[in-house]
């Protein structure tokens, strides 16, 4: 009785509940490989350690691991600004949303793979291309979801404003954006996982650096250790990024909602 | 001065107001009655400026304020923000001796959530006064309050008109608050909606009307 008292209340912590459903994830994976029992298949964790260390002593890890980690920023910040934008138009302007609409449509519709091979063929096979391929296939999902918080702004914040003639730029970060931030919250966040598995593809195809670049090269080799390396540090990476940057930026403007 | 000839506004096919004119003075208060749904807030937003869209010509001055029917303040900016940001020549003494006027001073950095609906009603009064308006609107500023705050309300709203003597335009179910403010009366009837009478009021008025008011 006293024991699943305690074993409740220690699952009602949040992050206790995390880790351990991680622990589950990773007793997962050793069940698996101690079924397949053939490390070229599936290793087991522990034995992934000396291929990581390697890899990160020759400085390839930490070389390719930058060059992924600045795509992602290169393709991030102008997708969110220009989807941004063109979703708070469409939901704000009905002529551009029914002119545009359309297009959205067939880009949120069209492959990635198809818009990179695209890119690749004709820009060339440069970083130019990688980071337009990207942006191209991140932009509709922005304004898809920008759309609905254009839609959804309050038309009595907009009235008051106009009536006390609050200055365009006063009425941009005071009265749109908070009304928008939570849209924008959601578009970053799904938006550098999508991102992130885009740029991924993209180096596959046609990058010489990179995480993409190094699964193509371990995939070659059939060495799933290399493999599963260059992806568990990435995914590494990115949780960082979620709880040292996005989590708490989205705390700081809900505070107002909390308090 | 203020001079109104709405000659029609209509949404769609239906119209709404119909040949409304009139014309007020700079401290003069007019109050606009009539049932509801008949058109006062419409014609309250063709006055501010809030919606273009009618037959007319609307002349108004620069300064304007509008107190509208919820408080309207941005619940993400705390209470001082939210008279600084929209009067930014507003300096921040200026802006704590308004939140002092209403008796909020205290609240000056939480957000307007964290106050009662009254409370947040002050702040939306102060704020309209905080910009020195040479017109105000007043939509229904006492809707939804309970008996004693509007009546705080009310004297405040009379205390800040006889201070900085804008012309106000006060839209109201309320007989009462339509005689307590306003020395003039227009009333509007009808379907697309019409002045029906426009009446000089007085204090003496009152008595009468009172108990049928709040029925």
Request: hydrophobic share 55%; proline share 5%.
């Amino acid at each position: 009785m006293d024991c699943s008292c305690t074993l409740t209340k220690t699952l009602q912590s949040p992050a206790l509940v995390r880790a351990f459903s991680l622990g589950l994830l990773l007793l997962l994976w050793i069940v698996a490989a101690e079924l397949t029992a053939d490390t070229s298949v599936l290793p087991q964790p522990w034995a992934l350690w000396p291929s990581f260390a390697e890899a990160a002593a020759s400085g390839a890890l930490p070389y390719h691991l930058g060059m992924t980690l600045w795509r992602v920023v290169c393709a991030f910040v102008p997708a969110m600004a220009i989807g941004v934008a063109l979703g708070y138009l469409m939901g704000r302007v009905p002529a551009v949303d029914q002119w545009l609409d359309p297009w959205l449509v067939v880009f949120l519709n069209l492959p990635a793979l198809v818009l990179i091979v695209l890119c690749y063929l004709w820009i060339g096979l440069n970083e130019t291309a990688a980071i337009i391929a990207v942006v191209l296939n991140k932009i509709p999902n922005v304004a898809t979801i920008l759309r609905e918080g254009a839609r959804a702004l309050d038309p009595n914040l907009g009235a008051m404003a106009q009536v006390y003639r609050m200055r365009p730029l006063a009425r941009l970060r005071h009265v749109v954006m908070p009304q928008l931030a939570p849209f924008i919250a959601a578009a970053a966040r799904s938006g550098i996982a999508v991102i992130w598995k885009i740029v991924l593809v993209v180096e596959f195809l046609g990058r010489s650096s990179g995480i993409g670049f190094q699964i193509h090269f371990y995939f070659q080799l059939f060495d799933v250790a290399m493999v599963l390396v260059y992806a568990l540090s990435f995914i590494g990476v990115m949780l960082l990024v979620e709880a040292l940057i996005l989590q708490p930026s989205e705390r700081r403007v809900r505070r107002w909602r909390t308090a | 001065m203020i001079k109104v000839d709405v000659r029609q506004k209509a949404f769609g096919e239906e119209e709404i107001l119909h040949d409304i004119r009139f014309a007020m003075e700079i401290g003069e208060t007019v109050a606009i009655l009539g049932t509801s749904g008949i058109g006062k807030s419409t014609l309250l937003r063709l006055i501010a400026g809030i919606d273009p869209a009618f037959e007319g010509r609307i002349t108004r001055p620069e300064k304007i304020a509008m107190v509208f029917q919820e408080p309207v303040l941005l619940p993400w900016r705390s209470v001082l923000e939210n008279l600084t940001l929209v009067h930014p020549e507003l300096g921040t003494e200026a802006a704590h001796s308004a939140l002092e006027r209403i008796g909020i001073l205290d609240k000056a950095q939480l957000f307007p959530g964290q106050l009662s609906l009254g409370q947040q009603r002050r702040l939306a009064l102060a704020r309209a006064f905080a910009g020195r308006p040479e017109l105000l609107v007043l939509d229904e500023p006492y809707v939804s309050l309970d008996a004693a705050t509007a009546e705080e309300m009310l004297a405040l709203t009379e205390a800040l008109i006889a201070e900085t003597g804008p012309a106000v335009i006060l839209v109201t179910h309320s007989q009462v608050e339509a005689h307590r403010l306003a020395r003039r009366c227009l009333r509007l009837t009808g379907r697309p909606a019409t002045i029906a009478s426009d009446l000089a009021t007085g204090s003496a008025l009152l008595s009468r009307d009172v108990h049928h008011d709040r029925a």
